[in-house]
């Protein structure tokens, strides 16, 4: 994984979105969309099933952070922002550990649901797979809840 340009500040400069791949239940987004909104995500989003607000989201996140619905993943890499990496979150082969991971300036973070994680034609068009430590599959809201704690501890010690 390269290192951000010369002169980024990732803090100040950079941003990321979450959500996840045909989600399983709306909790997960919900809890997910709490996170988010808490930990500073400017997006989350869904590809392949739609959301409709439930009780999880305690903290009105709908009001700071946009949710994004798509398609497909060929949809969501379509409409990627400029300059911003696909990273897949899977128990995978090849996949970096979390705590060695350098997170891009600029992130669009996907997660699978439980029963069915990413498939491969997913991981194929994400530009790194990361892992959490362990070696089966954890709550998707957890998962992608722990993430983003990840990013922003990284980036503060950066």
């Known amino acids: 994984m390269a290192a951000a340009p010369e002169g980024l500040d990732v803090k100040k400069q950079g941003y990321?979105?979450?959500g996840i791949y045909k989600t399983k239940t709306e909790a997960n987004v919900g809890t997910l969309w709490r996170s988010a909104h808490i930990f500073g995500a400017a997006f989350i989003f869904t590809v392949g099933?739609?959301?409709k607000y439930q009780?999880?989201?305690t903290t009105k996140?709908?009001?700071?952070?946009?949710?994004?619905?798509?398609?497909?993943?060929?949809d969501l890499r379509t409409h990627l922002p400029c300059g911003c990496k696909l990273v897949?979150?899977?128990?995978a082969k090849d996949a970096i550990l979390l705590e060695g991971y350098c997170h891009?300036?600029?992130a669009c973070y996907v997660l699978g649901a439980e029963d069915g994680g990413?498939?491969?034609g997913v991981l194929s068009e994400?530009?790194?797979i990361v892992q959490l430590s362990g070696d089966c599959c954890m709550n998707v809201a957890v998962a992608g809840s722990i993430l983003i704690y990840h990013r922003q501890v990284w980036a503060a010690n950066e």
């Open 16 to 18: 990321y979105g979450i």
């Open 49 to 51: 099933k739609r959301y």
């Open 55 to 57: 009780a999880s989201d």
């Open 61 to 74: 996140a709908p009001c700071h952070v946009p949710l994004l619905h798509f398609a497909t993943i060929d």
């Open 88 to 91: 897949g979150v899977e128990i």
């Open 104 to 106: 891009p300036a600029r």
């Open 118 to 120: 990413l498939p491969g």
């Open 126 to 128: 994400c530009h790194d």
